[in-house]
């Protein structure tokens, strides 16, 4: 077995454990063991945690995808065989290299259309297992899959089904191999793991056990529980894989729309709390389908999904402590009580305008004390910082560099981070103010975390303000394909929930939105998947030069009297047609000298309930970014969704 992956788990439990208080400690020691563990004849005390993918879920060659699973942490990986016979090196060749990668070949998959067919079909399935056993052999792997027959030919019966995998298990042994038997959720006789497992009980046979997938069983809403009584030494392998819940062809949504675990609908916490009840001692798998990940680079995959599983080992040892769960102990998710300091990074010859922008937006610079120029105004509870950066033709500017969160503990935010894969901050922006407490996010950007007690940086409320008094929400572009690992770096790390994915209409095409919000609403981000540079969100991703945040949001009790300060100190919001307040005039009863100082503002309107929300646009500055100034009422918890076509094509006409 490789060692690079368990290695690297070895040294994280270690770094966490030491100095931690004993209920984070890593669990260890006879009180420990699981009830049900012992009771099964399971492992009595954890193990480095095994961690394993398939080759099917990430993009790339074979080789690509090797390092790129390697590199991730992970200790295993699942060969799928086209993977396999599209490779032009031998099962040998193969599998020495997946083990120079220090990975172990955990299993080898699939093996369809075995069991219930009778006569030359039944003797040519047999041989067909022959050949694949030779396979396995040169290959190193010791696993094979049978996934439940859909042959237009099998004949149903739990007993046939038994016998040939009695059978066939023989057959393994002979060979020093192990089959594992998985029930498709499309299988024509056998689409239920208990089903399966009763099989594999009646084969009775030692090197044939059942192989789990959480997608089989909650896609076909099948209570996991029901796991619990399968013992753990007759489990060979747990693959987990969510999904969103979508209402289609099951055989089609697990081909094109599984992701990681926390990316979707499916309970695979308590479907993997079931399978580690039993004792289950071995390898936790990704299997995974998903059409947006074929369109991704291999690292960025592999990495989300070793940050997946790790968070949702770390949920399952949260909900179930008595479980002997093999995985480090972590800080659990950290909650964000806000949004302290954006950092701006702008060249000497835009630094003026972004100062010019922030005066016309109310804020005071504070004085500074920096020696590498940075400057920090203060409005209200918001912070903005600019630090200056010399020009280069692939650096945008003025853009967002830095999100500073304030959090309960930022040491053990980090280490939270660090433990699902997030890469330390290093070079000359490692020694930046908060980069000791600073981890980069999926495009390279700069999240620190400031803690709670931690002094701020200026008075709460300089004077001479607008009105503004805290930051509402951060919208970031990212490109579509990568809206799912995102997603997950916040949602693994933070204590904050996903919203779904919606349609927002650019006159150049979708941009995807989904919204991400703590429980008291203190943080809210928002992220905008581009998928053609003809939209505003593709050009900013173009032209961004990597910057993600293409607009800030500042909320205000008042925004009309907040706008007619703006007014006042020269701010130039964004110009909207005269047709949206007609419409709005149709569709709201907003009294008419409201609506003609909305008009005259530029304020946009929306409602949902009992809830209002107003909100207005400054002028698109640098590659494309925005300020938004607004006012929620009544709880609104939305972003004025409906009005996102009409400010859309407003900033499009005021585009070079």
Known sequence: MGTQGSDAFSRVAASLSDGMPDEVRPVSGPGSDS?????????????PMKT??????????????????AAAGFTGVEILEQDLVADDRSPREIGQAARDAGLEVTLYQPFRDFEGLTGAARAKAFDRAERKFDLMQELGCELLLVVSSVHPEALGGIDRAAADLADLGERAARRGLRVGYEALAWGRFINDHRDAWEAVRRADHPAIGIILDSFHTLGRRIDPDTIRDIPGDRIFLVQVADAPAIEMDVLYWSRHFRNMPGEGDLDVTRFLRAAMATGYCGPVSLEIFNDQYRGAPPETIARDGYRALVALMDDVRRAEPKLAVDAPAIPGRVAARGLDVVEFH????????????????????????ATDGRQLWQQGEIRIAATPRPAAPAIASPTVARLGFRVASAADAVTRAMALGAKPVSGPAGNDAGGRDAVCDPAGGIVHFLDDTAP????????????????????????????LAWSLFYT?????????????????????SRALGSPDGRVRLVLNGAETPRTLAGRFLAEGGGATVQHLAFATDDILATADRLAARGFESLPMPRNYYDDLAARFDIPADRLARMQAANILYDRVGDGEFFHLYSRPFGPGVVFEIVERRGGYGGYGAANASCRIAAQKRLAP
Do not use: W, Y
């Open 35 to 47: 009830i049900d563990s012992r009771r099964r004849g399971g492992a009595t005390r954890p193990r």
């Open 52 to 69: 394993a993918i398939a080759t099917v879920s990430i993009s790339g060659t074979l080789d690509e995808k090797l390092a790129a699973i």
């Open 346 to 369: 702008a060249s000497g010859a835009d630094a003026p305008g972004l100062a010019a922008m922030l005066d016309s937006l109310g804020f005071e610079r504070l004085p500074s004390v």
């Open 456 to 483: 701020q940086a200026g008075p709460a409320t300089p004077a001479g303000g607008c009105g503004l008094v805290r930051i509402d929400h951060v919208a970031q572009t990212v490109p579509f394909q990568e809206m």
């Open 492 to 512: 693994s790390l933070f204590e904050i929930s996903a919203g779904p994915i919606i349609d927002l209409v650019d006159p150049g095409g979708l941009v995807r």
